[in-house]
T-cell receptor
């Protein structure tokens, strides 16, 4: 199976600043997604990262707050902008392999704390 | 959009017992139903999945069943072991190719 890595693994940031999270996969994937998981909660989809075009955002999430890039089939970034303590969460990238029966796998996550 | 309900929220069993977690979904177009196991501080791991053209699938001590008519699917773990303790999430993939997750079940297996 593919190796999915995220950087950074964790960070503590001050309110009002921005953090960019990177997701790298060691093979080309069909689709990439970004999820948020708040402590003790389920996984909430932020957006689908589309290669070569703008990301598709879910209800409640906007591009100005969570800009996403996907320059190629193995890499994506999520930026959390103008952070507030409410943005403290785990952010996970996820990839879907069409060649493997549309199975979806998760990266290790980035634990973000905003003070 | 899709809505996935998961029950129970917590489940405590003795080692060796069976555990069953149930999920219902709302979108009749959903056709893919994975289950993830998430240990504390770790990423969700895909443990088993089932597609809408199959009624049951087994992998060693784990099985999943799907009832398309009733729009529910279940995870069955037999001969539970302490290392099965984790949070389990069900999910459904609907017409928009994105997964919708249930709220999770915390399974505690006591030795």
């Amino acid at each position: 199976s593919a190796v999915i890595s995220q950087k950074p693994s964790r960070d503590i940031c001050q309110r009002g600043t921005s953090l960019t999270i990177q997701c790298q996969v060691d093979s080309q994937v069909t689709m990439m997604f970004w999820y948020r998981q708040q402590p003790g909660q389920s996984l909430t989809l932020i957006a689908t990262a589309n290669q070569g075009s703008e990301a598709t955002y879910e209800s409640g999430f906007v591009i100005d707050k969570f800009p996403i890039s996907r320059p190629n089939l193995t890499f994506s970034t999520l930026t959390v902008s103008n952070m507030s303590p409410e943005d403290s969460s785990i952010y996970l990238c996820s990839v879907l392999f069409r060649d493997v029966g549309y199975e979806q796998y998760f990266g290790p996550g980035t634990r973000l704390t905003v003070t | 959009g899709e809505n996935v309900e998961q029950h129970p929220s917590t489940l405590s069993v003795q080692e060796g017992d069976s555990a069953v977690i149930k999920c219902t979904y709302s979108d009749s177009a959903s056709n893919y139903f994975p289950w993830y196991k998430q240990e504390l501080g770790k990423r969700p791991q895909l443990i088993i999945d089932i597609r809408s053209n199959v009624g049951e699938k087994k992998d060693q001590r784990i099985a999943v069943t799907l009832n398309k008519t009733a729009k529910h699917f279940s995870l069955h773990i037999t001969e539970t072991q302490p290392e099965d303790s984790a949070v389990y999430f069900c999910a459904a993939r609907g017409r928009y190719s994105t997964l919708t997750f249930g709220k999770g079940t915390m399974l505690l297996v006591s030795p």
